[in-house]
């Protein structure tokens, strides 16, 4: 089993930046992926961007070259840098990790101000 747990978020004017993490621990070694889902009022989830434990990346249109996925392997910790931050950025983001079994944080609001 694997636990997570997230940090960062909060209330941030557009244009701004902030940095999810997100730490793992139990076993590790199972996870083959790691990243974040989204979720707005009245959305559907969405895959935000997520970290193979190879480092292959991947986002969603809306997010890229605004957001950037990264991982510090020796703290078993993935982080996400979010720039140029916009209102529909608004949403719960969770932190998820896949292996033997889909593990998920304990989501955190990052809110977007106009």
């Known amino acids: 089993q694997v636990q997570l747990v997230e940090s960062g978020g909060g209330l941030v004017q557009a244009g701004g930046s902030l940095r999810l993490s997100c730490a793992a621990s139990g076993n590790v070694f199972s996870i083959n992926s790691m990243g974040w889902y989204r979720q707005a009022p009245g959305n559907q989830r969405e895959l935000v961007a997520d970290?193979?434990?190879?480092?292959?990346?991947r986002y969603a249109d809306s997010v890229k070259g605004r957001f950037t996925i990264f991982r510090d392997n020796a703290k078993n910790t993935v982080y996400l840098q979010m720039n140029s931050l916009k209102p529909e950025d608004t949403a719960v983001y969770s932190c998820?990790?896949?292996?033997?079994?889909?593990?998920w944080g304990q989501g955190t609001q990052v809110t977007v101000s106009s």
């Open positions: 998820y990790a896949r292996g033997y079994l889909w593990s």
């Open positions: 970290i193979t434990s190879y480092g292959s990346t």
